[in-house]
């Protein structure tokens, strides 16, 4: 069985967004709102809005670093949410 590897969008609680990389989104998205997550901790709760799956780590993890971008960004505020 080959392992998915998730890029995923949060909406956090005032609205903005918060783009992370994981292989269990189940425990991801409760790690960050149990306050586990540093960054997101005072923006709870959090709401998954989108969810992209991978074969490959690599073109995730790119995905993921092309979504950070100002570029990515505005494809993501377009597109994905």
């Given at each position: 069985?080959?392992?998915?590897?998730?890029?995923?969008?949060?909406?956090?609680?005032?609205?903005?967004?918060?783009?992370?990389?994981?292989?269990?989104?189940?425990?991801?998205?409760?790690?960050?709102?149990?306050?586990?997550?540093?960054?997101?901790?005072?923006?709870?709760?959090?709401?998954?809005?989108?969810?992209?799956?991978?074969?490959?780590?690599?073109?995730?993890?790119?995905?993921?670093r092309?979504l950070?971008?100002?570029?990515?960004?505005?494809?993501?505020?377009?597109?994905?949410?």
């Amino acid at each position: 069985m080959t392992l998915l590897y998730a890029v995923y969008i949060f909406k956090c609680y005032y609205g903005t967004y918060y783009t992370g990389y994981t292989t269990d989104i189940d425990k991801r998205l409760m790690s960050h709102n149990k306050g586990d997550v540093h960054y997101t901790k005072d923006k709870l709760p959090l709401e998954l809005i989108h969810l992209s799956l991978f074969n490959n780590k690599m073109k995730a993890y790119g995905f993921e670093r092309y979504l950070k971008s100002g570029s990515g960004s505005a494809f993501r505020n377009m597109r994905l949410i």
